[in-house]
């Protein structure tokens, strides 16, 4: 099977997608986690002061807020695209 016939197939082409949208995710949580520990700790400590717990408490429930909504986004341009390839 040559590399063209592969690249037209939709299957690859879903699966392709599928990937890509994973690692566009997994880069946001990498970008996400930097930044909360940038934000939030100043300085490694045995243990979090309340300061710093709720900052990352905040930081968190942000992330978990834009992870919804990307999931929601995805799930949305995935389910036009099944409806388009119907058509």
Same mark, same amino acid.
């Given at each position: 099977?040559? %590399? ?6 939709? @299957? ?15 880069? /946001?949580?990498?970008?996400? !986690? ?8 100043? @300085? ?9 717990? !709720?900052?990352?408490?905040?930081? %968190? ?5 834009? !992870?919804?909504?990307?999931?929601? @986004? /995805?799930?949305?341009?995935? !389910? %036009?695209?099944? %409806?388009?390839?119907?058509?």
């Amino acid at each position: 099977m040559s %590399v063209d016939t592969l690249l037209n197939d939709p @299957r690859m082409k879903q699966f392709i997608e599928a990937e890509t949208q994973k690692q566009r995710f997994h880069a /946001l949580v990498q970008n996400l !986690s930097n930044k909360c520990w940038d934000s939030c700790i100043d @300085r490694p400590a045995s243990k979090l002061d309340s300061k710093t717990e !709720s900052c990352l408490l905040n930081c %968190v429930n942000r992330f978990i807020d834009s !992870s919804n909504y990307i999931v929601r @986004r /995805l799930d949305k341009q995935a !389910s %036009v695209s099944d %409806v388009s390839e119907m058509e």
